[in-house]
């Protein structure tokens, strides 16, 4: 029985085949590397808000510009891979 902790793509994909999406597609090697950079792109995007803005409420709001940001950017590639 493996009790360890699952990946945040395990629990992703577990998610999405309850959803009815089980037409993840497979994912490249450039498409798994723009993915990761995209992810550390927004890391230190993230960072430097935590940094610069002192006013929780507009931390909080730019927070969640850049989530979506990054959602959408990430979204897009799994969209051009399921189109191949």
Do not use: H, W
């Not at 590397?33 to 550390?40: L, N």
């Not at 993230?46 to 979204?75: C, G, N, P, S």
Request: hydrophobic share 30%; proline share 2%.
């Amino acid at each position: 029985m493996g009790n360890g902790l699952k990946s945040a793509r395990e629990l992703a994909m577990e998610k999405a085949s309850k959803m009815g999406g089980d037409d993840i597609p497979s994912l490249s090697p450039d498409e798994k590397r723009e993915i990761a950079e995209i992810r550390k792109v927004y890391e230190a995007k993230f960072a430097e808000v935590e940094i610069l803005v002192q006013d929780k409420e507009k931390k909080d709001l730019d927070m969640d510009r850049l989530r979506r940001e990054r959602d959408r950017k990430i979204e897009g590639i799994y969209e051009k891979a399921k189109k191949r």
